[in-house]
């Protein structure tokens, strides 16, 4: 496997845009409100940033793989800014924010353009953003190149009103269970799926719950005769 994959040293340095997009505050250790944080950091308070767009150069391979990209697109007659919301180089990795209804195509390009080569998915990650008001949910792609040894992310969003995204099975397989899997726990409902059914939780389950408003806690549960109340409901701090 070629070393550029782990690392751009000695290349061109990537200028970060460090102010981001804030979209909340978080408070404690894992944002608990209601007097249920029993960390002991309860009194933690920091900014949730998404990472700004990086300009240019991007630094070693990175500006290869989106001149690559934005030139094959160009070709099928896609504006490579109508496709590709922003580019961001953050902690060595580069990811590329496309707009949902041309995924599919822009997965496509990748897998199949020799220069680009990007043959194996190797998942998708739903991440659920509360305070990213009008694309709350995020589904993010990890693609590898065998043929160059290199590794990028793609990362699409959608309103939490619309939580549609095309499906990417007919490009790479190996999404089929990924994709069942971030819709039972996001709520994401992947557009074209051959079976979109829940994978882990039972098929009647309500909610979503890896969502960051789905309720803490669980189930009462009786043990040894004696009834157990759910997590966020065993303690109360005042």
Known sequence: MSDELNTNSGQVPTPRDDSGEVIGVRKGMFGADNGGDTSGYGGLVRTVTLPGATSRPYGGWFDEVADELEGALEEQDLLPGNAIEKTVVDRGELTFFIAREHLVQVARTLRDDPALRFELCTGVSGVHYLGDKGRELHAVYHLRSLTHGRLIRLEVSAPDSDPHIPSLVGVYPTNDWHERETYDFFGLIFDGHPALTRIMMP????????????????????????????????????
Do not use: H, N
């Open 203 to 238: 098929d009647d389950w309500q909610g979503f719950p890896q969502r960051k408003d789905y309720p803490l806690g669980g189930i009462a549960v009786e043990y040894k005769g004696a009834q157990i109340p759910a997590p966020d409901q065993r303690r109360s701090y005042s």
